[in-house]
């Protein structure tokens, strides 16, 4: 099991990444970027589930 330790470094090595690639991203569009493709290694959203769906329609 990991420790506390290490769990609390990885989420702060995610964030870091995070922030780079956020930063690089509005660098691109500041330099002229009309629009910047999806990152790849993200899945495409998830649609809402049939009873979500319902709920929805139902209000």
């Known amino acids: ?3 506390k ?3 609390a470094h990885t ?3 995610d964030h ?3 922030r780079r ?3 690089a991203r509005e660098r ?3 330099l002229g970027a009309d629009a910047l493709d999806a990152r790849p290694w993200r899945p495409s959203p ?3 589930s049939a009873v979500a ?3 929805d329609a139902g209000s």
Do not use: N
């Open 46 to 48: 998830v649609p809402p």
């Open 16 to 18: 870091v990444q995070a």
């Open 53 to 55: 769906a319902r709920q």
């Open 1 to 3: 099991m990991p420790c």
């Open 5 to 7: 330790h290490d769990i």
């Open 11 to 13: 989420m702060h090595a």
């Open 21 to 23: 690639e956020q930063d």
């Open 28 to 30: 691109l569009l500041g």
